[in-house]
């Protein structure tokens, strides 16, 4: 950005930039303190349903808990999810139709739902080039 400008002004930029960069990474503290808080919130809604969320990342990456959190605080039953997702295909199906329930109920998922919807793209992309969508996989 400042190239070789030494000026005190430059050298706060780049200091910002680092700053930014720190904050931005996965195990910045402020994620971590985050991530534990909405975990913790989490499970106390699905207590009543006796199931445990440890690992966001992991725990909601099929969609299952994530449906499951969702039906718990709308007190509202979702459309049948794929029980046992094996592909990532059947994944993203069950996390789109968590996002799909949220947008029809007027909340905005605009975000996420731009991330799944390229996911799913690569993945159904992913198919065909290996031709796994004759094989029913």
């Not at 402020?30 to 909405?38: C, D, E, G, T």
């Not at 499951?68 to 049948?80: D, F, G, H, N, S």
């Not at 295909?89 to 731009?114: M, P, R, Y």
Request: hydrophobic share 35%.
């Amino acid at each position: 950005m400042c190239g070789n400008d030494k000026s005190a002004k430059c050298e706060d930029a780049t200091k910002e930039e680092d700053m930014l960069e720190q904050d931005l990474l996965e195990s910045a503290p402020w994620k971590r303190i985050q991530q534990n808080s909405f975990t913790r919130w989490a499970n106390e809604r699905l207590k009543i349903m006796n199931i445990q969320i440890d690992d966001l990342k992991y725990d909601l990456s099929d969609g299952l808990r994530l449906i499951t959190l969702i039906e718990v605080l709308a007190q509202k039953k979702l459309p049948k999810p794929h029980q046992n997702p094996v592909y990532k295909s059947q994944k993203l199906e069950n996390v789109s139709l968590a996002l799909e329930f949220l947008q029809n109920e007027g909340i905005k998922t605009v975000n996420i739902v731009v991330q799944v919807q390229i996911r799913r793209a690569r993945e159904l992309e992913g198919r065909k080039g290996r031709g796994e969508e004759e094989s029913g996989k």
